[in-house]
């Protein structure tokens, strides 16, 4: 099971972290990411690693966001800067089943999924 938190209304430029906690895993093997919706837009991905700490983000992420998991507490984390109005969306975090693979941005190769947290960018 996954909760995410952390989302909210901020200003552009501002900076926001947000976590999800993960529960009923008996170890960390096993890739995770974030992906986020936009009203009337597809779900896309946003940042994903792997067992090993390895990341990868898509274009609008990079240099601006930072994925992170402490596996000790089983929470994976978005650390989001410079936010831009066009990052306004429903945040989703994923993971993947133990040993089913590394990085992907595809969201039919994750299995468990939170509910989702509200991040909304103003001017």
């Known amino acids: 099971q996954l909760t995410d938190s952390g989302g909210e209304s901020v200003r552009a430029g501002g900076s926001l972290t947000l976590s999800c906690a993960a529960s009923?895993?008996?170890?960390?093997?096993?890739?995770m990411g974030w992906f986020r919706q936009a009203p009337g837009k597809e779900r896309e991905g946003v940042a994903s690693i792997d067992p090993h700490g390895n990341s990868w983000y898509a274009d609008s992420a990079k240099g601006r966001f930072t994925i992170s998991r402490d596996d000790a507490k089983n929470i994976l984390y978005l650390q989001m800067n410079s936010l831009k109005p066009e990052d306004t969306a429903m945040y989703y975090c994923?993971?993947?089943?133990?040993?089913?693979?590394?990085?992907?941005?595809?969201?039919?190769?994750?299995?468990?999924w939170g509910q989702g947290t509200q991040v909304t960018v103003s001017i």
């Open positions: 009923g895993y008996t170890d960390a093997n096993f890739c």
């Open positions: 994923a993971s993947r089943s133990p040993g089913a693979g590394g990085f992907s941005f595809r969201e039919g190769d994750y299995t468990y």
